[in-house]
């Protein structure tokens, strides 16, 4: 992967915005990063569930403003 310049992976946003263009629809993912898979580095789970929070929260303040 790394060869090819793929800097991450991730699995849902794809089938996102393919029902989005299915259904004539817009759609956002907004994405956080927990694991490097080459260095075997990942957040911890409280660490994981505070970084989601936040962007959570980030998410919804970003809706409303739009």
Known sequence: ???????????????????????????LAMLTVSDHLRRGEHLSADERRTSFDAMIGIALGTAIAG
């Open 1 to 27: 992967m790394e060869k090819m310049g793929i800097l991450g992976v991730e699995m849902e946003a794809a089938g996102l915005y393919g029902v989005a263009a299915e259904h004539g629809a817009r759609a």
